[in-house]
């Protein structure tokens, strides 16, 4: 058991370590996973230590309340990430049907263009409108404290420059989140009588939060998932398990 929280613990702190080195993001998913996989790396260094200090707090009935009140909070904890997880798989599965207008939903846009999360959205976007040629995109997204344009305009540059119409692309440049993303861009697509039904485009993780808020706006949607990028994704997985929540407590 101690090679196991051991193994867990430092394939964890590194992938967590990584994006922190490579890419400079920090946030709370990761902040969160180097806390996590660190308890596991000390667990399974002092693992007889730890099975010692556990017995010694059951013998007293202070002890054993406690070992089971913390024992019932990591168990919420697991079954609300895996509910979440599920939630979230599941939300990749609602397949368009050809005729959707398609909202890529904003995220980081570097100067030079954008992030590589972003980028595999407006990839599926591409690979979408590609085979649909009559369709129409809403890109969502706007300028961040940190931007020096609005992550629309990033996201429009990056696919003009990969061969789509400028004229199939609609600028949604106001929004500051998920909720005002879809708002602004319902906006656009009632002023030009598009097709109201529409496809969200988004990293797979994020695909249940943007549903749910979609849901709540009377929002008839499908999804396309982007892949995420592979050394970042357990710090964006773990941010919007705080993030889902967050929307089941507010709304």
């Given amino acids: 058991m101690n090679l196991f929280f051991l193994i867990i613990g430092i394939i964890g702190e590194i992938w967590c370590i990584l994006p922190i080195f490579t890419f400079r993001i920090f946030n709370i998913g990761n902040g969160t996973g180097l806390v996590v996989f660190t308890a596991f790396i000390l667990v399974g260094i002092f693992w007889k230590r730890f099975k010692a200090f556990i017995n010694k707090l059951k013998q007293k009935k202070a002890g054993r309340i406690f070992v089971r ?3 019932c909070f990591l168990l919420l904890i697991l079954i609300l990430t ?3 997880t599920v939630l979230m798989i599941s939300a990749t599965a609602k397949t368009p049907d050809g005729d959707e207008t398609i909202i890529v939903l904003g995220s980081k846009v570097n100067p030079t263009g954008p992030s590589l999360m972003t980028a595999r959205r407006l990839d ?3 690979d979408y409108m590609t085979a649909h040629p009559d369709s129409v995109c809403i890109l969502s997204g706007g300028k961040g ?15 003009i420059k990969k061969g789509i119409d400028e004229d199939r692309l609609y600028l949604e440049p106001k929004s500051t989140n998920t909720r005002e993303n ?9 002023a030009n009588n598009f097709n109201e039904k529409v496809i969200l485009i988004s990293n797979e993780f994020h695909l249940y939060r943007a549903g749910l808020i979609a849901r709540s706006a009377g929002i008839d949607y499908a999804t396309i ?7 970042l994704l357990p710090t964006y997985y773990i ?13």
């Fill in 239 to 251: 941010r919007e398990l705080y993030a889902i929540l967050q929307q089941w407590i507010l709304y």
């Fill in 82 to 84: 895996v509910v979440e």
């Fill in 225 to 231: 998932p982007a892949r995420s990028v592979l050394v």
């Fill in 182 to 190: 879809l708002k602004y861009s319902m906006e656009i697509i009632k």
């Fill in 124 to 126: 599926a976007a591409y």
């Fill in 69 to 71: 009140v913390c024992s």
């Fill in 145 to 159: 404290t940190d931007e020096v344009w609005s992550e629309a305009e990033g996201m429009a540059d990056y696919l």
